[in-house]
Structures are given as C-alpha cells and as structure tokens.
C-alpha cells in the first residue's frame, strides 16, 4: 500500500500549523504547495541532498516546530546527514521521507531505495523512525514523530505522481526567501 503524497503534505499542515517546512526540490514542493501554500513553506529549488541539512540549521536557529519533506533519491545523496541530525539532536525537527523509490521530479528513474532501509538507518544513527504507507498511518506517525521529545524520521511510501499534473511554482527565489524569513521571524 502507498500513501496520497499531496493528502499527507495537508496532514503536516493540519497537525502543525506553526511548523516550518522545507520541501525538496521538485515532486516534493509540488504536493506541498498543491495542499495549500503557507509564507512558513520553504519550496528548495536547484539541488539534490541539501532539505535536510537546511532544516538542520533551522531547527538549531528557532525555537518552532520544522518540518523536513525530503525526497529519497535527495536523502540518498547526503545520508550522513541523519548523523548529523543526531547529534546536534534539535528537538524540534521532524524529517518526513516521502519514498517513492524514483526521481520522480526527472521522469521516474529508479532510484536506489528498495536497498535501502531508511528506518533502520535513520535509527541506527540515534533517530527515533516511524513508518506509515497510507494517510491514516502517517497522520499517527507524524502526530507522534513531532511530539517525540528529540529529532524523529517518518518513512512515508507514496506512490510516484506526475510532475506534469501539478502547477509549476510561480515564485522568485528572492521573493521566497524574504517571505519565509519574514514569517519564521514572527
Ligand atoms: C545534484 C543534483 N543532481 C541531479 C539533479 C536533477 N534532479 C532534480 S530533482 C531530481 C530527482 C529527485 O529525486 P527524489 O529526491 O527521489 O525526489 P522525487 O523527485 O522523487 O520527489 C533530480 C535527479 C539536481 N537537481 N541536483
Ligand atoms: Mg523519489
């Protein structure tokens, strides 16, 4: 079974509202801002491998909730990071791997996630994990990875979309980054 990838983005909104979210680049900005746009997304644009070092150092600037949405070829590029999120340990940050097992964003290549168990990774480095593959499951996973009193990973199975059925982002990177900091600073 897979989750609804754009229905579980709502459920981050609805189960955090004050959450900052960083999106991956691509697919993962997509769903998010197909769910409802929000001046606390963050939608990454241009790389591969850096949504989750950036809501590292977010979650060690703020003292609100942050929200990751990595991607698992995006997660795969830089995995050492959950090693680093372990040990600077910010209580405050909760990582949501939407695994869909392709770079979706570039047309669906297989990525190398069915070798992969990121739960086991993610615990393996000191991460509390969670795992959900349809919504219900994740809105108890989320519920629970945000409320656990250190960083926690959701691994979250979706099933691949097309890029092509969700509006492109209509923002500049200035006007983005001015928002989101406005937002996060209030
Ligand atoms: C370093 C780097 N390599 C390649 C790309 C091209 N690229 C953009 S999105 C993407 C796929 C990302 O895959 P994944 O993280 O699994 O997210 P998905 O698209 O499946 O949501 C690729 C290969 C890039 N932007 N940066
Ligand atoms: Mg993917």
Do not use: W
């Amino acid at each position: 079974m897979t989750a609804d990838q754009t229905a579980c983005s709502a459920i981050i909104a609805e189960e955090t509202p004050d959450a900052a979210v960083i999106s991956n680049l691509g697919a993962a900005s997509y769903h998010l801002i197909t769910a409802g746009d929000r001046e606390r997304n963050f939608y990454m644009t241009g790389h591969m491998g850096g949504t989750t070092p950036m809501g590292l150092g977010l979650a060690l600037a703020i003292d609100d909730p942050v929200t990751v949405i990595d991607g698992d070829g995006s997660l795969l590029m830089s995995l050492g990071t959950l090693s680093t999120v372990a040990a600077a340990d910010p209580a405050n940050l909760t990582i949501v791997l939407m695994d869909n097992g392709v770079f979706e964003t570039t047309g669906g290549q297989p990525t190398l996630s069915s070798h992969v168990d990121f739960a086991a990774v993610a615990e393996d480095c000191g991460l509390a994990a969670f795992h959900a593959d349809s919504e219900t499951e994740f809105r108890a996973a989320y519920g629970e990875a945000a409320a656990h009193e250190g960083p926690a990973v959701v691994v979250c199975e979706v099933s691949p979309d097309t890029p092509e059925d969700h509006p492109p982002l209509d923002y500049s990177h200035a006007y983005q980054k001015h928002r989101f900091r406005s937002a996060v600073r209030e």
